[in-house]
């Protein structure tokens, strides 16, 4: 009560209202992919939640660590789990 009063309320906590549930503000902004190279975890990216697999996939080629693990081999698909995992088939 006192605390209530201190942040300037006049009225009893007790007669306050109850904060409403927003849901738009539990959903996150982003997601943190792990992205794998033949299995492999090499590193983490960070995605806008609403980016399709086809926004996730560019954003892991233009990456910079991508080449990096890339090397000499070429890519032979990329799969992407919406909100889980990107994993980067390689072949030679």
């Given at each position: 009560e006192?605390?209530w009063?201190?942040?300037?309320?006049?009225?009893?906590?007790?007669?306050?209202?109850?904060?409403?549930y927003?849901?738009e503000?539990?959903?996150?902004?982003s997601?943190?992919?792990?992205?794998s190279f033949?299995g492999?975890?090499?590193?983490?990216?960070?995605?806008?939640?609403?980016a399709?697999?086809?926004e996730?996939?560019?954003?892991?080629?233009?990456?910079e660590?991508?080449?990096?693990?890339?090397?000499e081999?070429?890519?032979?698909?990329?799969?992407?789990?919406?909100?889980?995992?990107v994993n980067v088939?390689l072949?030679?």
């Amino acid at each position: 009560e006192e605390l209530w009063h201190q942040l300037g309320h006049e009225d009893s906590v007790v007669y306050a209202a109850f904060p409403e549930y927003k849901p738009e503000l539990t959903v996150d902004s982003s997601v943190n992919y792990p992205v794998s190279f033949n299995g492999k975890t090499r590193f983490f990216l960070d995605a806008p939640a609403s980016a399709s697999p086809a926004e996730v996939e560019a954003l892991v080629r233009a990456h910079e660590k991508t080449p990096q693990y890339v090397g000499e081999l070429s890519i032979a698909k990329v799969i992407v789990v919406p909100g889980r995992i990107v994993n980067v088939v390689l072949k030679k």
